[in-house]
């Protein structure tokens, strides 16, 4: 059972770089969020999506781009990155009434 | 501002006995509160949850207690073990919306023998 699934695990950006953090569910879940951890704090909603076609911001949004093209795939895409997104990024997907599944996370490095 | 609270960051408990994680919110629109258990490395993973028409929740070891009057909900595990040691946190939601919750900083618990 693949669950939510994140690529890459690790990563390192140079100061103005982008780039995509994929996360794909075989789960047939409805629902996908993107949240990003930081030392000392708790989980942070970056953005969310409800269906196909549909995405909405969080609390964090600036800095951040989604799509949701299909059910299974919610990338995350970082337009210019800065040393204040140095953050461990979690995916994850649920379904009506059913608790969210988070992926194992991508660790992203801005130097 | 944070709208849900866990003012303990860390916990220590022997095995055996009982672990009482605390949480406070203060946004009264939330009806949906969870619990999930997270080890270094790994995502979170739901432990427990509870709705507000309920007050207790209970399964196997866990036990989540919902005061609405006084915006608290605990999560007690009887009894812990050294394989509970991790960091737990706490989250809420309103509506019942299952994919934009509130977390909590999280408590950090450890079990020793």
């Known amino acids: 059972n693949a669950g939510v699934t994140q690529t890459p695990k690790f990563q390192v950006l140079k100061t103005g770089q982008s780039m995509t953090l994929q996360c794909a569910q075989d789960m047939n879940h409805e629902y996908m969020s993107w949240y990003r951890q930081d030392p000392g704090m708790g989980l942070r909603l970056i953005h969310y999506?409800?269906?196909?076609?549909?995405?909405d911001q969080g609390e964090v949004p600036n800095g951040y781009n989604v799509s949701r093209s299909t059910t299974e795939d919610f990338p995350l895409r970082l337009l210019s990155a800065a040393p204040s997104q140095t953050s461990v990024y979690f995916c994850?997907?649920?379904?009506?009434?059913?608790?969210?599944?988070f992926g194992n996370g991508t660790r992203l490095t801005v130097t | 501002d944070q709208q849900v609270k866990q003012n303990s960051p860390s916990l220590s408990v022997q095995e055996g006995r009982i672990s009482i994680l605390n949480c406070d919110y203060t946004n009264s629109m939330f009806d949906y509160f969870l619990w999930y258990k997270k080890y270094p490395a790994e995502g979170p993973t739901f432990l427990i949850s509870i709705s507000s028409i309920k007050d207790k929740n209970e399964d196997g070891r866990f036990t989540v207690f919902l005061n609405k009057s006084a915006k608290h909900l605990s999560l007690h595990i009887v009894p812990s073990q050294p394989g509970d040691s991790a960091v737990y946190f706490c989250a809420a939601s309103a509506g019942h919306s299952g994919y934009a919750l509130n977390f909590g900083k999280g408590t950090s618990l450890l079990v020793t023998p």
């Open positions: 999506s409800v269906g196909a076609g549909i995405t």
């Open positions: 994850a997907s649920s379904s009506l009434y059913s608790p969210l599944h």
